[in-house]
T-cell receptor, first 111, second 113 residues
């Protein structure tokens, strides 16, 4: 199974860019990289996903390395409301969509 | 607005009781999932279903079963609740196929005494 590795925790100053890394060295060619975040006491929320190319939406940017073995989620101007646990997951496509979450990165945005 | 609804936000049960956790989605999604979340362990997949009456085991199916009689509803069953099943339970759904995102419910905090 493709799994991901993320740092346990990170801090970021308010207004600065938050760069959250993820390693997925066993990813296969048809698997997407997804990012979700979970604010305390809520269900996880989708942020962004990508296959090969870099992606950007209103919430964040996703940079995937050329060999696809790692990626970085970028929150361009972090706010206090971005304090959350961020999950990087890889979609397995053998049976439906199986989303396997790890323990994620706990991001704290500091005023 | 898309919605995944879990029947209870908080639930307290006694050891040995049969417990039903209900999840309903209104998006006509094929896939539905049950996760549990414990401090330090992240989200762990219990069971998932990609069609009515279909089910597949996730990482930690022991002590649980599921039922999917209708497309919109996915139930998690604890046949005989134990204290180690005290946890936050999260339901999610998605369309079938590649690159489909998950929509989560708000979760059920289950305490087994």
């Amino acid at each position: 199974d493709a799994k991901t590795t993320q740092p346990t925790s990170m801090d970021c100053a308010e207004g600065r860019a938050a760069n959250l890394p993820c390693n997925h060295s066993t990813i296969s060619g048809n698997e997407y990289v997804y990012w979700y975040r979970q604010i305390h006491s809520q269900g996880p929320q989708y942020i962004i996903h990508g296959l090969k190319n870099n992606e950007t939406n209103e919430m964040a940017s996703l940079i995937i390395t050329e060999d696809r073995k790692s990626s970085t989620l970028i929150l361009p101007h972090a706010t206090l409301r971005d304090t959350a646990v961020y999950y990087c997951i890889v979609e397995l496509t053998n049976t439906g969509n199986q989303f396997y979450f790890g323990t994620g990165t706990s991001l704290t945005v500091i005023p | 607005d898309v919605k995944v609804t879990q029947s209870s936000r908080y639930l307290v049960k006694r050891t040995g009781e049969k417990v039903f956790l209900e999840c309903v989605q209104d998006m006509d999604h094929e896939n539905m999932f049950w996760y549990r979340q414990d401090p330090g362990l992240g989200l762990r997949l219990i069971y998932f279903s990609y069609d009515v009456k279909m089910k597949e085991k996730g990482d930690i199916p022991e002590g649980y079963s599921v039922s999917r009689e209708k497309k919109e509803r996915f139930s998690l069953i604890l046949e005989s609740a134990s204290t180690n099943q005290t946890s936050m339970y999260l339901c999610a759904s998605s369309f079938f196929g590649g690159a489909e995102k998950l929509f989560f419910g708000s979760g059920t905090q289950l305490s087994v005494l």
